[in-house]
Nanobody
């Protein structure tokens, strides 16, 4: 059973930074492409970054140059370092397997990121 536990969100001022973590279990993490997604109220969930099992990354245009996705396969953990945060980054952030390759049937609880002065 896939389990995902996200953490690290919070309230931060514009221009600030946060580092999100996600601990995964229930599947072969080290070979599984992973991604971070976000969803704000009234909007569809969108992918912001993804990383392959060997560390190749891709970012959405909205976060390119500001966010960095990484993973620690020994710890079954994927991270999202978010710098230069903007109010429009406010959302609930989720990690999951990369939906380019997997049908996603369940989500973790997510972690709330609020960027506001």
């Amino acid at each position: 059973q896939v389990q995902l536990v996200e953490s690290g969100g919070g309230l931060v001022q514009p221009g600030g930074s946060l580092r999100l973590s996600c601990v995964a279990s229930g599947f072969r993490f080290s070979i599984t492409p992973m991604a971070w997604y976000r969803q704000d109220a009234g909007k569809e969930r969108e992918e912001v970054a993804r990383v392959t099992g060997v560390g190749l990354t891709h970012y959405s245009d909205d976060v390119q140059g500001r966010f960095t996705i990484s993973r620690d396969n020994a710890e079954n953990t994927v991270y999202l370092q978010m710098n230069s945060l903007k109010p429009e980054d406010t959302a609930t952030y989720y990690c999951n397997r990369d939906r380019t390759y997997y049908q996603i049937n369940s989500w973790g609880q997510g972690t709330q990121v609020t960027v506001s002065s």
